[in-house]
Structure formats: C-alpha cells, structure tokens
C-alpha cells in the first residue's frame, strides 16, 4: 500500500487536487481463481475476497488520512467491490439470466 500513497503523494505535488482512487474488485471471482481454485462449479474464492475487502478497509483508512493531511485536496475512493459482488451474488436483479455465460 506504501507504493501507492506515494503516487498519491508525488501527483500531489505535480498539482493534482482531486484524485479518484478506485477499490480492489473482488479478487476471488476474476475467472482464473474460479477456475484454479473455485472447484467443480468455478465458485468465487472467499479469501481472496476477503484479502480484497481487508485490502479495501486498509486503503480507506489510507485514504482519510492522506484527505486530511494533503492541503486543498479532495481524495475519493471509488468502490468496485460492492456493486461487482453484487452482480456475481444476485445476478437475476440486474436482468441477468445466468453468470455462467458472462465469467
């Protein structure tokens, strides 16, 4: 995380003032871990979800920190992991028949 506080920190410099940092997805459903590590019927993997979400909890504490401590900047995170899950989880609210044909 150390590497990309740095960036955060040296874009300030070179005068970016409102910066989007987007959230990890979650990891476990990318369709190579569904497919190595998600057994028979390619499940997500739930730790590497939960490395995605620990990741996401860190980087937003980051986040705050770095808002508070960085002069007339806006920092905002952009989550990815909720909505995605979402859609994997309870793919018929979105109109979507079976998740089989799209990961």
């Known amino acids: ?8 920190k040296e874009i300030h410099e070179l005068g970016a003032r409102r910066i989007v940092i987007f959230s990890t997805p979650p ?8 497919t190595i590590a998600g057994g028979l019927h390619r499940k997500c993997v739930n730790k590497y979800n939960n490395a995605a979400q620990l990741f996401n909890s860190m980087l ?40 089989h044909h799209i990961i």
């Open 1 to 8: 995380m150390c590497l990309q506080i740095n960036l955060l």
């Open 27 to 34: 990891l476990g459903c990318i369709p190579i871990e569904r």
């Open 60 to 99: 937003k504490q980051e986040i705050l920190f770095l808002s508070s401590s960085l002069p007339e900047t806006k920092v905002a995170m952009a989550d990815l992991y909720n909505p995605l899950i979402s859609i994997i989880e309870n793919p018929h609210q979105y109109g979507i028949n079976s998740m």
